[in-house]
């Protein structure tokens, strides 16, 4: 004789007097976020102005004390070897400098809300490369591809940009010492109403096997002695995906280029 089924136990429902309860706890979560926020902001302000004064004051008295050490008559041996470890600390400071930048640039991304509208892709595109060429002598060498097209996304006009920018400038930067460099930006709908679109270059390129490391702050696949960079390009284009919910994958391999694929997603309903 089987024996009978449990009887099934219906989830409790709501009553009236839990909504206090409920508007209490939604209180002290807002509490708690905006006590987040507040630190997030301190954290950037330190950032921004505490941890740059050091740096200023390495990057001023550098020169100073080169130029008192040539007042002083070193000379020789002794001489060089001061320089060179004069070299190293301008060096590095102007590295932390820019690892500063990257940060506050990230921040300040993941900072802002969206603010999403019907944008071109190939406008924005054709944009940056304006830009591009106007501050990359460079620039001007490459052979650009873009699509004829145009290519609309829901997305942050600034953070699209910004993006781009990004995956432009690193593009351009492992490409530069091609005999006859090349970058592309190509685009294709998907069936459920997205877009993958892609930059392509054909550069140095790199070990496909820790490609997905690159998206990391700080993190580089060549020696600072080959490219120059402190690892934040590709860290603005993952964050400004992520902002809008796409998604990045590089591929690539040494000496056969790279290509950047964005896989975009479709407009919700609401949007």
């Not at 950032?47 to 740096?55: E, G, I, K, Q, T």
């Not at 990004?166 to 090349?182: E, M, V, Y």
């Not at 930059?199 to 820790?210: A, E, F, T, W, Y």
């Not at 809008?244 to 056969?256: F, I």
Request: net charge negative; aromatic share 4%.
């Amino acid at each position: 004789m089987m024996p009978d089924p449990a009887p099934s136990i219906a989830p409790a429902q709501p009553t009236p007097a839990d909504l206090p309860q409920a508007l209490a706890l939604l209180a002290q979560r807002e509490q708690e976020l905006a006590a987040l926020r507040a630190s997030h902001e301190d954290w950037l302000r330190a950032l921004s102005h505490d941890l740059r004064a050091p740096l200023r004051h390495i990057t001023s008295y550098t020169p100073l004390l080169r130029e008192t050490l040539h007042v002083a008559g070193l000379q020789g041996g002794d001489a060089q070897e001061a320089e060179q470890f004069l070299g190293v600390m301008e060096q590095a400071a102007r590295r932390m400098g820019s690892m500063l930048d990257g940060v506050l640039q990230v921040a300040g991304m993941l900072r802002e809300h969206r603010r999403l509208q019907t944008v071109d892709l190939v406008q924005v595109a054709d944009e940056v490369r304006a830009a591009l060429l106007a501050a990359e002598p460079t620039a001007a060498q490459v052979q650009w591809r873009l699509p004829a097209a145009q290519v609309l996304l829901q997305a942050d006009p600034q953070l699209l940009r910004a993006m781009l920018t990004a995956l432009f400038d690193n593009a351009l930067k492992f490409s530069r010492g091609q005999s006859s460099p090349q970058i592309s930006l190509q685009a294709e709908a998907l069936p459920d109403g997205g877009v993958r679109w892609q930059v392509q270059d054909n550069g140095v390129g790199c070990d496909g096997s820790r490609a997905g490391q690159v998206f990391g702050l700080f993190q580089r696949l060549h020696r600072e002695t080959e490219f120059d960079g402190v690892g934040v390009g590709l860290a603005v284009a993952q964050t400004a995906a992520r902002q809008h919910g796409a998604e990045l994958s590089l591929h690539s391999a040494p000496g056969q280029g790279c290509t950047v694929v964005v896989n975009w997603p479709a407009p919700s309903p609401a949007q």
